[in-house]
Structure formats: structure tokens, C-alpha cells
Nanobody, 122 residues
Framework: QVQLVESGGGLVQPGGSLRLSCAASGSIFSIYTMAWYRQAPGKQRELVAFITTDGTTNYADSVKGRFTISRGNAKSTTYLQMNSLKPEDTAVYLC????????????????WGQGTQVTVSS
């Protein structure tokens, strides 16, 4: 079982930046993939980005060129650097770990964090 804790959310003006962190604990030795999702009020949860142990990344079209996912040296932490934030990026951002990875698609596991709120507003 993997436990995940996100941090780094907050209120930021349009065009600003935030860096989210997700730390995994528990059965972390087998984690191959980590991902960020987001869910805005009244909308479905959507995949933002994922990263594999060997550094393969994939991004939603809506965040390409603005967001960067990375992993810490211990591979049990993932970060999401978010630049040029827009109001439509406002959502709860959730971390997922050890999901399935096949043909450049990510399939979430049942290991979710509690989420961190990101609000982009002037």
C-alpha cells in the first residue's frame, strides 16, 4: 500500500507559478509511475501529467509547454512545476502512484493523495 501527501497549492494570479509536491510512503520500492490529476468543481477528474522511473513523461494538451513533471532522486517524490497559470487551471490537484503504463497511456491505481487546492484568480 502506498500513501501519498500533496503540498504546494495556493492562490496565485494569472500568469503566476506554483510548484506542487507529492511524497510517497509505504510500499514505495516498486513504484514505477507517478501522475498528477486535477478536478475542478462540476467536472470530471482529468490526467495532467505522468512520469515513469526512466523519465518518460506525458502531458495533457492543455498544459503542454506550461507544466513540467519531475521526480526526486529517491523516485518516491514527484513535483509539478506550473508556469503561466490560467484561471482554467483552478482545481484540486491530486497525486496518483503506481498506476499502469501502456503505449504512452496511464491507468490510475487506487493510491491517491488527499489533494491540494490551486486557485488562479486576480
Amino acid at each position: 500500500q502506498v500513501q501519498l501527501v500533496e503540498s504546494g497549492g495556493g492562490l496565485v494570479q494569472p500568469g503566476g507559478s506554483l510548484r506542487l509536491s507529492c511524497a510517497a510512503s509505504g510500499s514505495i520500492f516498486s513504484i514505477y509511475t507517478m501522475a498528477w490529476y486535477r478536478q475542478a468543481p462540476g467536472k470530471q477528474r482529468e490526467l495532467v501529467a505522468f512520469i515513469t522511473t526512466d523519465g518518460t513523461t506525458n502531458y495533457a494538451d492543455s498544459v503542454k509547454g506550461r507544466f513540467t513533471i519531475s521526480r526526486g532522486n529517491a523516485k518516491s517524490t514527484t513535483y509539478l512545476q506550473m508556469n503561466s497559470l490560467k484561471p482554467e487551471d483552478t482545481a484540486v490537484y491530486l497525486c496518483n502512484a503506481d498506476g499502469g503504463y501502456y503505449r504512452n497511456s496511464y491507468y490510475p491505481s487506487t493510491s491517491w493523495g488527499q489533494g491540494t487546492q490551486v486557485t488562479v484568480s486576480s
